[in-house]
């Protein structure tokens, strides 16, 4: 009986074994993924940069607030194991070797910065509140949801996982198969051909959206990871439609299409250019709220079929 028994611990932690090395575990192990969201954007998945929790808090890499944040700035010295994070009118010094921070005037806090491969991450909660930042932690079935915004938006976080569900799971797919692409082989078994190393670049653009067919034409570039920039009708930026918000989620750019209304020589139309670009010269905002942290700096050039007065 004792040999028996034996043998069946051994049958169970063979098993167990088994199962513990399963690829599958991969994708079981998604709720330990955070993925962050910077203005209703995902950022890719990368062990280097995923945030991470520790004793309550989230910390994030400095490096997502270096953009689309108001122009705050970071300045880090390796040697002194400090991070200067400032703007024009606040600084924070992170002195990570002794676990504190402190401001301009010599005010110190007990919040740490930690370096992690290379990257030094900063606290969230720390960082937003300081200069007034946006900030929620979303739990998921696909894992944890770090989201950050300069600005209040509307969509709220439900909304922000049912747009992104695509996204997350492209980002997860693309996470999980993250292996060295295979050597091609010798063909015939001659030599290997030769590619030329110069590259033509293609971007793939969509006109007049948004259309019938812009939400699936957004599962399809999902599928297969592929960026676009959509140039949207002024009109309908201005009416807010969420398909463009959809857009941005995905990780596409938003082009203003200021000449749309102009193309039918329309009453007004050389006006309403002349305000749309005016708009985008700013970075100002389209819409009545709902499309929050949406800029668009991108324009197509004019149509042949503008008429000359609206040219000029």
């Known amino acids: 009986m004792r040999i028996k028994h034996a043998v069946k611990n051994v049958f169970l932690i063979f098993l167990t074994a088994v199962f513990l090395i399963t690829p599958g575990m991969r994708v079981s192990a998604a709720k330990n993924v955070v993925f962050t969201v910077v203005n209703d954007?995902?950022?890719?998945?990368?062990?280097?940069?995923?945030p991470f929790e520790?004793?309550?808090k989230y910390?994030?890499?400095?490096?997502?607030?270096?953009?689309g944040f108001g122009g705050l700035k970071a300045y880090y010295s390796p040697e002194e194991q400090v991070l200067v994070f400032y703007d024009k009118e606040k600084i924070i010094s992170f002195d990570i070797g002794h676990g504190?921070?402190?401001?301009?005037?010599?005010?110190?806090?007990?919040?740490?910065?930690?370096?992690?491969?290379?990257?030094?991450?900063?606290?969230?909660?720390?960082?937003?509140?300081?200069?007034?930042?946006y900030y929620s932690v979303i739990p998921s079935s696909k894992g944890t949801v770090v989201r950050i915004s300069r600005e209040s938006s509307s969509l709220s976080d439900s909304m922000l996982l049912n747009i992104g569900e695509t996204v997350m799971s492209s980002?997860?797919?693309k996470y999980g198969n993250k292996t060295p692409p295979e050597t091609p082989g010798k063909p015939n078994g001659g030599e290997t051909p030769v590619i030329s190393e110069a590259r033509k670049t293609v971007y793939l653009t969509f006109d007049a959206a948004p259309t019938e067919a812009t939400a699936k034409i957004l599962r399809s570039l999902s599928r297969y990871r592929y960026p676009a920039t959509f140039f949207c009708a002024g009109d309908k930026m201005e009416a807010g439609d969420d398909i463009i918000r959809q857009i941005v989620i995905s990780g596409h750019s938003v082009g203003l299409n200021a000449v749309s209304a102009a193309q039918d020589g329309k009453a007004g139309g050389a006006e309403k250019i002349i305000r749309q670009l005016r708009c985008v010269?700013?970075?100002?905002?389209?819409?009545?709220?709902?499309?929050?942290?949406v800029q668009c700096r991108i324009l197509p050039a004019l149509y042949s079929t503008v008429h000359d007065r609206q040219r000029q």
């Open 59 to 67: 910390y994030v890499p400095y490096s997502v607030f270096l953009s």
């Open 41 to 50: 954007r995902f950022l890719d998945l990368n062990d280097s940069t995923m």
């Open 100 to 133: 504190y921070a402190y401001d301009q005037q010599m005010r110190t806090y007990g919040e740490s910065a930690y370096s992690k491969g290379g990257t030094v991450f900063i606290p969230l909660s720390f960082v937003c509140s300081t200069w007034g930042f």
């Open 54 to 56: 520790k004793g309550g």
């Open 281 to 293: 010269e700013g970075g100002e905002h389209f819409g009545d709220g709902r499309l929050g942290c």
């Open 171 to 173: 980002l997860l797919e």
